[in-house]
């Protein structure tokens, strides 16, 4: 995390988060999802949204449990004074363990040597940690599998200073809506718990799913808890669910416009001057670029709302700087409002959109904007 500095005037590029939208937002799922445990997953800096202001929020609007991906960012939110469980729900380095123990985090299983090196970390501490075991049903990226569960627990489930709070799976096509896939999935899971529970190892939270679930999931794939991240800064994962939950986008981007000129035709316009301007061509200059987190593939696709018009992305997408067409907006002068990211009149531009310029998904968009970029909490 950059630490704040104070200045009397800030870069114009900054990201807005609108805190009611997000608490709107925790509320909605929460009565989507009914009795289970809702876990917020809070991973890459909250969906890029920051993670201790967002999480101290989600906790505060009734999240149960917190989910993120590093042990970082759990030891982070520990450090903010949050103490609902929180769950590190990828696959870590046995070297981790005394972090794990120390902050006391919620790990996810599914090797031998971080099961033992948690153990050990545990007993040295004399603490009892909660563990969850992770089965791949088909994602294929971590994950005991379901053919080898009984044999891992016979070596696992007994080691001292370990508590197996739960089981869980992660779906690798439920969003892409290929409910025969998931069903398969969750049939596989299910077997997998019984057999296991048959052998004598129980676990009291089961759970599989994200925002697809608690949005359109099965009645009886909610189990115990549920584990929506996207849903919570305001996107389905996918558009055909837009109008099975009402959400509000919590990000907004905007900037200001830099320089302004005026481009006589065949001229090249930014870096390798592939962009040439066909006739007389206004420009204008936003101060954000890749080193932002605003992509170069948006070139040529991307527009910015100006003066509540759609102005398109030309030339290069640089480091800092991105270069938009203004010719057919009056009066755009150095100073205007730009919207990335929002709304703007009558004009909008949801990370939905952002994602289909460049071949995306929500989740990436929000995600990327770097901690260069200020947020500002309303
Ligand atoms: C990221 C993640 C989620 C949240 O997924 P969304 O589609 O953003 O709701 C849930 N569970 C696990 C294990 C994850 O890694």
Redo the contacts with the bound molecule.
């Keep these: 995390m950059l630490k704040t500095i104070v200045l009397s005037a800030y870069h114009p590029t900054v990201a807005e988060i609108d805190l009611e939208a997000f608490k709107e937002n925790v509320k909605t799922l929460k009565q989507h999802i009914t009795s289970e445990l809702l876990l917020a ?1 809070v ?1 890459t800096n909250a969906y890029g949204h920051g993670i201790v202001p967002i999480s101290q929020e989600a906790v505060r609007v009734g999240a149960d449990r917190l ?1 993120v ?1 590093t042990v970082e960012e759990g030891a982070m939110l520990r450090e903010s004074g949050i103490t609902v469980p929180i769950h590190i ?2 696959s870590i380095m046995p070297r981790q363990a005394e972090d794990i123990v120390r902050y006391h985090l919620t790990a996810s299983i599914s090797t031998f040597d971080l099961a033992y090196a948690l153990s050990k970390a545990a007993e040295k501490r004399k603490k009892i940690i909660s563990v969850h075991l992770k089965i791949d049903t088909g994602l294929h990226r971590f994950g005991v599998f379901p053919r080898e569960a009984v044999n891992f627990c016979k070596t696992c489930y007994q080691l001292p200073g370990l508590e197996w709070e739960g089981v869980f799976t ?1 779906f690798s096509s439920s ?1 892409e809506g290929d409910w025969k896939k998931t069903d398969q999935q969750f049939e596989v899971f299910r077997s997998t718990v019984n057999a296991l529970k048959s052998c004598g190892y129980n676990f009291p939270i089961l759970h599989v799913g ?3 679930i608690a949005i359109e999931g099965k009645p009886e794939m909610r189990l115990d808890m549920l ?5 919570l800064f305001g996107y389905t ?1 996918a558009p055909r669910q837009k109008d099975k939950i009402t959400l509000k986008p919590v990000m907004k981007l905007k900037s200001e416009i830099v320089q302004v000129h005026e481009l006589p035709p065949n001229t090249p316009v930014g870096y390798g001057g592939n962009f040439i301007t066909k006739s007389k061509t206004k420009i204008a200059i936003v101060p954000i670029g890749h080193g932002d987190g605003y992509k170069k593939a948006l070139v040529n696709k991307g527009e910015m709302l100006v003066k509540g018009c759609r102005a398109k992305i030309i030339g290069s997408i640089s480091q800092d700087q991105t270069i938009i067409d203004v010719t057919e907006i009056s009066d755009v002068t150095e100073g205007d409002e730009v919207i990335l990211l929002g709304k703007q009149g009558h004009e909008e531009i949801t990370a939905r959109d952002i994602a289909g310029w460049m071949d995306s998904i929500v ?1 990436e968009v929000v995600s990327s904007f770097t901690e260069r970029i200020r947020r500002i909490y309303i």
Excluded: E, N, Y
């Design positions: 997953v991973k989910g991906t729900l990828s992660h969003d994200g925002s697809t584990r929506p991240g996207i849903a994962p989740d």
